[in-house]
């Protein structure tokens, strides 16, 4: 039995009278293309005749001992009419209009076609896509110049908001590629390339949009805010990490997998990390994604573009960003007292520091409650899983920023809070003295002073 290459196929489809058929191989064609195509016995073929007798393929020619000998001999006459059979079989095919069945799988769309009319209610859409409909749009219009694609000869492209929604049902769900599938009436293959894509253009073109650190101006607002919260003054801030569960790597496992996991949930346990600084309603002013779950929260922080960028001018100078006993105490950095044996003035300080990461830590629980892909073992590839993760960031912060409140009845999920004191617990002199007379204003006068 003979085989063809891609190549060598197209070619004949121009040999029987066509043109050039790239345009026929779609999303979820484009792993058959790249393997041989056999040309005898297929039963494909023979359903294009729908049972006539002339069918080019269906009848199948019988070789003589002398062909048989020529080609085993080095001659190529058997290979031309195998080729002149194909060229047929396929100028019959498409000059009865039968080709189009070669290539495209009926599928069913209605779930989809129900949701996407605008009778459709709001309030259930918001149920499905964790975000309401005008936001969706919003989302739909910033990406459309990124995903669209234009239509074919064979086929007509899928709409933007189609490819949107694949990918939104996807993060929200976390529901597996197979019932995306049907539900949206596309090839498996499809809906993970279009997942993908998706999650690409919103990290690339959307995220230095929607997640960046605030301005002046903002920043003023944040810092009045969580005063209003805390009592301590000057925080622009909270930062917070997370772990995401990964499948066991086939490459630098021990760096990915996580003790306290694995400790907490009695077996081996691998994840990602995700450090963020949240402002005072919840929303991303910096993301760090990527690191292996074996890394401290201090680890990931010195890895930071945070860390790394933080003497440029107008990012973090006399302000504060907050964070856990896991972090270092540093001129930017205020962190709650760690040893035992605490004054009120500590206690009172560390009170007030929990209130202003509850922020950050409600951020990461709102995050997980509306991305459902975050609340089990990923299955995403690793080399992925960023992107994937950048784009949980952005929707995040256009759903927050757009009122689009997680309902916790349809969203259940507990954050587990796996602090530890940071190796470096002090790493300024004058950043200690500056915490203790911010605990002692808050002490005796109720109110919180920055010292820098």
């Given at each position: 039995m003979s085989s063809l290459t891609a190549a060598q196929f197209r070619s004949l489809f121009e040999m029987a009278g066509g043109e050039d058929i790239s345009f026929l191989f779609g999303d979820d064609?484009?792993?058959?293309?790249?393997a041989p195509v056999e040309l005898q016995g297929k039963r494909g073929w023979e359903e294009v005749d729908q049972g006539e007798g002339s069918g080019a393929v269906a009848a199948k020619r019988q070789r003589s001992p002398t062909s048989s000998r020529e080609n085993s001999s080095g001659s190529n006459?058997?290979?031309?009419?195998?080729?002149?059979e194909a060229a047929a079989a396929m100028a019959a095919a498409v000059g009865r209009g039968g080709g189009r069945r070669l290539w495209v799988?009926?599928?069913?769309?209605?779930?989809?076609?129900?949701?996407?009319?605008?009778?459709?209610?709001?309030?259930?859409?918001?149920?499905?896509?964790?975000?309401?409909?005008?936001?969706?749009?919003?989302?739909?219009?910033?990406?459309?110049?990124?995903?669209?694609?234009?239509?074919?000869?064979?086929?007509?492209?899928?709409?933007?908001?189609?490819?949107?929604?694949?990918?939104v049902w996807r993060l929200a769900t976390g529901e597996p590629l197979r019932l995306v599938s049907k539900r949206f009436g596309l090839g498996i293959s499809t809906c993970h390339k279009l997942v993908l894509e998706v999650c690409a253009a919103l990290k690339a073109m959307v995220m230095p949009k929607v997640v960046r650190w605030p301005e002046?101006?903002?920043a003023a607002a944040i810092a009045a805010h969580f005063e209003a919260i805390s009592g301590i003054s000057g925080v622009v801030g909270a930062i917070y990490t997370t772990h995401i569960p990964i499948i066991a790597p086939k490459s630098n496992v021990a760096s990915y997998y996580n003790r306290r996991h694995t400790e907490r949930n009695q077996k081996t346990s691998y994840s990602m990390t995700v450090q963020c600084?949240?402002?005072?309603?919840?929303?991303?002013?910096?993301?760090?994604?990527?690191?292996?779950?074996?890394?401290?929260?201090?680890?990931?922080?010195?890895?930071s573009a945070l860390y790394l960028h933080r003497?440029?001018?107008?990012?973090?100078?006399?302000?504060?960003?907050?964070?856990?006993?896991?972090?270092?105490?540093?001129?930017?950095?205020?962190?709650?007292?760690?040893?035992?044996?605490?004054?009120?003035?500590?206690h009172m300080l560390?009170?007030?520091?929990?209130?202003?990461?509850?922020?950050?830590?409600?951020?990461?629980?709102?995050?997980?409650?509306?991305?459902?892909c975050l609340q089990k073992r990923t299955e995403v590839k690793l080399l992925d899983l960023p992107t994937v993760l950048g784009a949980c960031c952005v929707l995040h912060n256009i759903c927050e920023r757009s009122g689009d409140a997680v309902d916790d009845a349809d969203c259940a999920f507990d954050l587990f809070d796996d602090d530890m004191v940071a190796e470096n617990a002090v790493r300024s002199t004058a950043a200690a003295q500056a915490r203790d007379a911010i605990a002692h204003n808050l002490l005796h006068s109720g109110a919180g002073a920055s010292f820098f």
């Open positions: 064609e484009a792993a058959a293309v790249a006459e058997g290979g031309q009419e195998e080729v002149s799988k009926e599928r069913d769309s209605e779930w989809w076609d129900m949701v996407s009319s605008p009778d459709y209610p709001d309030s259930e859409f918001r149920k499905a896509f964790r975000m309401s409909k005008a936001t969706f749009e919003v989302v739909c219009d910033e990406l459309a110049a990124a995903v669209a694609k234009e239509d074919t000869m064979l086929r007509a492209a899928i709409p933007v908001r189609k490819r949107v929604a694949v990918c002046a101006g903002d600084v949240v402002d005072s309603t919840g929303a991303f002013t910096d993301v760090c994604i990527g690191w292996p779950g074996s890394n401290s929260d201090e680890e990931v922080l010195e890895k003497g440029v001018p107008g990012l973090i100078q006399g302000q504060w960003v907050v964070g856990g006993g896991s972090f270092p105490l540093m001129d930017w950095m205020l962190v709650p007292y760690t040893h035992q044996n605490l004054t009120w003035a500590q560390n009170e007030k520091v929990a209130a202003v990461r509850g922020v950050a830590r409600d951020a990461f629980e709102r995050l997980k409650r509306r991305w459902g």
